[in-house]
């Protein structure tokens, strides 16, 4: 054998015994689906004419790939002048277009915030966290469950409940049995 094949043979094998990518888990389905979702939208950067470089990207970037998204949408959003604007269960087909839902948008620019600082953006140049990003899923959140007439309801917060010895109590039961229990010791 030749030194060189046996070098060869060495790099092999201490190649396959120490490389990480080669015994690493599988993805989870979110990071699965975040490494696609950034390299969709580094496809996308690249398509522009001219190509964008991702550190020139900006906010606006980022809304013209949420607008160009929606030709692939599947929710039926109406229009104001729809007959079936602000019903949530229309009785017939129309034409309105077919859009990106809100939740799918919303859980996308989260992806791509937490992979854009995975691949060494700083958190204060983040396109994807800009105001005018959260002002566009809002206006579109809102848009959508109009169309669809879902009044926005702001959700209460449940106080947590635990459990103690068999019943379950409140928060606030609690730390009242706790100041009653610390008074009577």
């Given at each position: 054998?030749?030194?060189?094949?046996?070098?060869?043979?060495?790099?092999?094998?201490?190649?396959?015994?120490?490389?990480?990518?080669?015994?690493?888990?599988?993805?989870?389905?979110?990071?699965?689906?975040?490494?696609?979702?950034?390299?969709?939208?580094?496809?996308?950067?690249?398509?522009?004419?001219?190509?964008?470089?991702?550190?020139?990207?900006?906010?606006?970037?980022?809304?013209?790939?949420?607008?160009?998204?929606?030709?692939?949408?599947?929710?039926?959003?109406?229009?104001?002048?729809?007959?079936?604007?602000?019903?949530?269960?229309?009785?017939?087909?129309?034409?309105?277009?077919?859009?990106?839902?809100?939740?799918?948008?919303d859980a996308l620019i989260g992806r791509l915030r937490a992979a854009y600082e995975e691949n060494g953006g700083s958190s204060e140049t983040n396109p994807?966290?800009?105001?005018?990003?959260?002002?566009?899923?809002?206006?579109?959140?809102?848009?959508?469950?109009?169309?669809?007439?879902?009044?926005?309801?702001?959700?209460?917060?449940?106080?947590?409940?635990?459990?103690?010895?068999?019943?379950?109590?409140?928060?606030?039961?609690?730390?009242?049995?706790?100041?009653?229990?610390?008074?009577?010791s």
């Amino acid at each position: 054998m030749s030194s060189s094949s046996s070098l060869q043979l060495q790099a092999s094998s201490s190649k396959s015994n120490h490389d990480p990518h080669h015994q690493q888990q599988p993805l989870s389905r979110y990071e699965s689906q975040k490494r696609r979702d950034w390299n969709t939208f580094g496809q996308y950067l690249k398509s522009q004419n001219p190509p964008v470089p991702l550190s020139n990207c900006t906010f606006n970037h980022v809304l013209d790939f949420l607008h160009y998204l929606d030709q692939f949408g599947k929710t039926k959003v109406h229009l104001h002048g729809c007959i079936f604007f602000g019903q949530p269960t229309p009785p017939a087909p129309c034409a309105c277009p077919l859009k990106q839902a809100w939740g799918s948008l919303d859980a996308l620019i989260g992806r791509l915030r937490a992979a854009y600082e995975e691949n060494g953006g700083s958190s204060e140049t983040n396109p994807f966290a800009g105001g005018a990003v959260r002002v566009f899923l809002r206006e579109v959140k809102d848009s959508q469950q109009k169309a669809r007439g879902i009044p926005y309801k702001k959700k209460k917060k449940k106080k947590k409940s635990y459990q103690i010895k068999g019943s379950t109590t409140s928060t606030t039961q609690t730390q009242q049995s706790t100041y009653v229990n610390q008074q009577d010791s």
